[in-house]
């Protein structure tokens, strides 16, 4: 009898290790990387990286203290070494894969080549044969050039160097990572090549030894998807800051509507002020009373309609005119709970454009954006007004149907795949989605309906795309 309760917790040892040990995980970073990770003025870690990490740690009730190193080689071999736990950010790559286990990507970015405006016969790699480009030792760019053997490779110690080389004309062009490098040229006369050289998915790296602590954070940095509080973090660190903006006649009415109510409330004033008793009658009031107060519900009118605009414009995405994630995280609340209290069903569906990166590598992000527009309006005229169209990420859209069953939304469903592959020619080869459907469930939440459709995208994809899968 023992023996057997011996076995039964060395074999389930596993399954409760995770919530039984407080252990504190050693978490590196390097101390200089922007916007990724950095040391900030008071001394502490900061930057896109770590703000990511302590909202996981705060999700999963984690301890840990940071390590801090110099570069990325010193991460690697302290991982080799088992003396750290966790890196926050990091490039998901196959070589990296025999010394980290991935969580899900938390975001990505292009890998670029730039070259000082004026070169108009610089337009593609190929362009640079027997020509100079500045690169950084152990960076990314320096793997992905050293195949091209033709180009002269000139190395530096950091990005500032690259670009005041670019500006003096010892290099003919540079490679870095878009999103590093994309603040410290504005307003100066680089561009990057059309063509990206690569996207790098960026997630969590963990030691191996800590196997049972990954799917813990894959479902905080779930969470953090759906809540668009990773999207909110992402755009703090890479986004410029943008403002809905009116249109200029509709400031001009603000400005006037301001003014001339401020001009009318001191016009009454001054007149009952300034005019003797004896000169006003009831009648007279009344009626100034009447005029004024309707000249107010005009403005009144006015104004609401620019605040409904306004309220409009934050729940669209500006590219395809459709919904965005903002709206979208607070509609599937609401429906979930509709359905929860009045049992009104609605179907769930989530899809992405197939090899859409192929698309943008070979012809380019304007033909990639005009793909995007021509797929929403397709379906946008083919849905109706009570269902919900989303743009949630780049390529990957949600349609909430609603008051709809699995039955009705598949006819639906095939009926979209098919127009998008009939109706959109903007390139050679067909465009295909592949989709993942589902109805709302007893037991369902927010995120569970969104993992089960996610997931039968995924089988979609797996199993060939172009194609709708559903339960």
């Given at each position: 009898m023992k023996k057997l309760l011996f076995l039964i917790l060395l074999l389930f040892s596993p399954l409760f290790l995770f919530s039984v040990e407080k252990k504190t995980y050693k978490v590196v970073i390097p101390k200089d990387w922007k916007p990724y990770y950095f040391i900030n003025e008071n001394g502490k870690p900061d930057g896109y990286g770590v703000e990511i990490f302590e909202a996981v740690a705060k999700n999963l009730n984690l301890k840990y203290e940071y390590v801090i190193v110099d570069n990325f080689e010193k991460i690697l071999k302290l991982f080799e070494e088992k003396k750290v736990d966790i890196i926050p950010n990091i490039g998901i790559t196959q070589r990296r894969e025999k010394i980290f286990l991935f969580t899900q990507p938390t975001d990505s970015f292009f890998v670029k080549v730039y070259k000082r405006k004026e070169e108009s016969n610089i337009l593609k790699l190929d362009d640079l044969v027997n020509k100079k480009i500045g690169l950084i030792e152990e960076n990314i760019c320096s793997k992905l050039i050293d195949k091209k053997v033709l180009i002269q490779k000139r190395f530096y110690d950091h990005y500032e160097e690259l670009i005041l080389a670019l500006e003096d004309k010892e290099i003919d062009a540079f490679c870095y990572p878009e999103a590093l490098i994309s603040k410290k040229i504005d307003g100066k006369d680089i561009v990057p090549l059309e063509k990206a050289l690569k996207e790098i998915k960026r997630g969590f790296g963990l030691a191996k030894h800590e196997f049972n602590l990954l799917p813990y954070v894959n479902d905080s940095i779930?969470?953090?998807?759906?809540s668009g509080e990773l999207q909110n973090i992402y755009n703090k660190w890479f986004s410029h800051k943008s403002y809905i903006s009116l249109t200029k006649s509709e400031m001009i009415f603000l400005v006037i509507s301001f003014l001339g109510i401020t001009f009318t409330s001191f016009v009454i004033m001054f007149y009952f002020l300034s005019k003797k008793k004896w000169l006003l009658t009831k009648d007279m009031l009344i009626k100034e009373v009447n005029k004024r107060t309707h000249i107010l519900q005009i403005q009144n009118k006015r104004l609401k309609k620019i605040?409904?605009?306004l309220k409009e414009q934050s729940n669209i995405d500006p590219l395809t005119k459709v919904y965005n994630r903002k709206f979208y995280n607070e509609k599937i609340?609401?429906?979930?709970?509709?359905?929860k209290r009045y049992k009104k069903?609605?179907?769930?569906?989530?899809?992405?454009?197939?090899?859409?990166?192929k698309i943008n590598d070979t012809y380019g992000h304007d033909i990639g954006d005009e793909v995007l527009k021509q797929l929403t309006k397709v379906i946008s005229s083919h849905i109706r007004t009570n269902d919900y169209f989303f743009r949630v990420g780049g390529e990957e859209f949600v349609i909430l149907f609603?008051?709809?069953?699995?039955?009705?939304?598949?006819?639906?469903?095939?009926?979209i795949k098919d127009l998008i592959f009939t109706d959109i020619d903007l390139i050679e080869n067909r465009i295909t989605i592949s989709v993942g459907l589902t109805q709302v469930d007893e037991i369902d939440s927010v995120e569970t309906i969104y993992k089960r459709a996610d997931c039968l995208l995924y089988e979609a994809k797996h199993n060939g795309k172009n194609q709708v899968k559903y339960n």
């Open positions: 779930t969470e953090l998807k759906l605040h409904q605009k609340s609401e429906l979930v709970s509709s359905y069903p609605f179907s769930y569906m989530i899809f992405d454009i197939d090899d859409f990166k609603s008051d709809t069953n699995l039955h009705q939304s598949l006819e639906v469903s095939n009926k």
